[in-house]
């Protein structure tokens, strides 16, 4: 059995269905769990700035990770750009 998972992730928006991160070791699928209970953008850096830099590193590239399956989904779509919002919005980068 392969070590890696995949996980589904979904904003609160009415219409999202979703997108999917494969290729995903455990640590990262626990990562994702947590930062995806955050209510605000704030709560999430305040976590993150908690984090030894290697876990912080991770979650950095997890979120340019869901970013960037995001927009990929996007260009399949058509140009409803309100999902790629709620996730920005989530996942802000400074």
Known sequence: M?????????SN???DRGIEITGLTLEQVELLDAMWSFDTEEDLQ???DGLS?????QV???I????????DRLLLMDNDYS???DYLQKFRMH
């Open 2 to 10: 392969s070590g890696y998972r995949s996980k589904k992730l979904s």
């Open 13 to 15: 928006a009415r219409n």
């Open 46 to 48: 305040q976590w993150q």
């Open 53 to 57: 830099l290697q876990l912080s590193q």
């Open 60 to 62: 950095d590239s997890l």
């Open 64 to 71: 340019i990770m869901v970013l960037l399956e995001q927009f």
């Open 83 to 85: 999902q790629a919002t």
